[in-house]
């Protein structure tokens, strides 16, 4: 297994902290015969980079001041002029939330520390292979959700459906099944389609999410609670996850219970100025005492 020499040739973008790290990475790549190498030192500065310039690679650590990794990951994700880009994670530790997290935002691979250039060889190769060669179900399944995004929901729960004929046991699949009905309103299907996707993965984490936002339309608050408390235990860095389940504590009147979510969800922001401001909207109907106790404790100004 050898890259093409074209892909040799395409830009690749190193994101890291640490300058002798950025070097070992940099010599590596020109190893493997990469022509064309940047550099940045955390995450605010790659985004800029990728103003200026055309990245066709983000080798990228997790653990940085100012941006992470991983909210460079969601920012790239998040903007239609980066989000295609492949985006390899370099991660000091194998913890599982981490890599369900890294998932969650759809990085295409991560390398623990420290590993060798066969290894980032190998990582780099197996992310373009699988870029330029998806599999017969991915393909399926990326039209599902070009259907879903165009709210075509009928049309998403048939093209869905397809990817299961392929992949009987696909959560994913089963799951967006699941968003696609309740997008329009079939309420009865999306549960039963949540419930099957959990019977493939118990880990799958937006399965909880999708079958909390259905309990949300039901009315039930409670068991819209139980979901995201499943969904913020396997992955609990998600920040408008936090803050969801926050504000279903404040409805349920739980106040106390709202201030952890709260807290997560705004260590985690990428613009926790705006999350402060949804925050103080939520707790406009708390009693006035409570409603200071969490400004307090959230260092928020009414």
Known sequence: MAIREQDRKKQQHIVDDFTNMRRTIKNMLKQIGFEHVSEADDGDTALEKMEAQNFHFVICDWNMPRMSGIHLLRAVRMDDRFKNIPFLMITAENWEEEIVEAAEESVDGYIIKPFV?????????????????????????????????????????????????????????????????????????????????????????????????????RGNTEEAIKNLEQAVALSPRISHRQLMLGNLFIQAKKYSEAIAPFKKGLENALQPEAEKEKIRKWIESVPENEKKSIANKLKIEL
Do not use: H, W
């Open 117 to 217: 250039t066969k290894t980032l060889e190998d990582k780099i190769y197996e992310i373009i292979d699988k870029r330029k060669n998806p599999s017969e179900g991915e393909v399926i399944f990326q039209k599902g959700l070009e259907a879903y995004e165009k709210k075509k929901y009928p049309e998403a729960v048939i093209t869905f459906n397809k990817v299961l004929e392929i992949k009987s046991n696909s959560a994913k699949a089963a799951c967006m099944i699941g968003m696609s009905y309740m997008a329009g309103g079939k309420l009865d299907e999306a549960e039963e389609s949540f419930k099957k996707a959990l019977g493939f993965n118990k880990q799958f984490v937006k399965t909880y999410q999708g079958m909390a936002e259905l309990m949300m339309k």
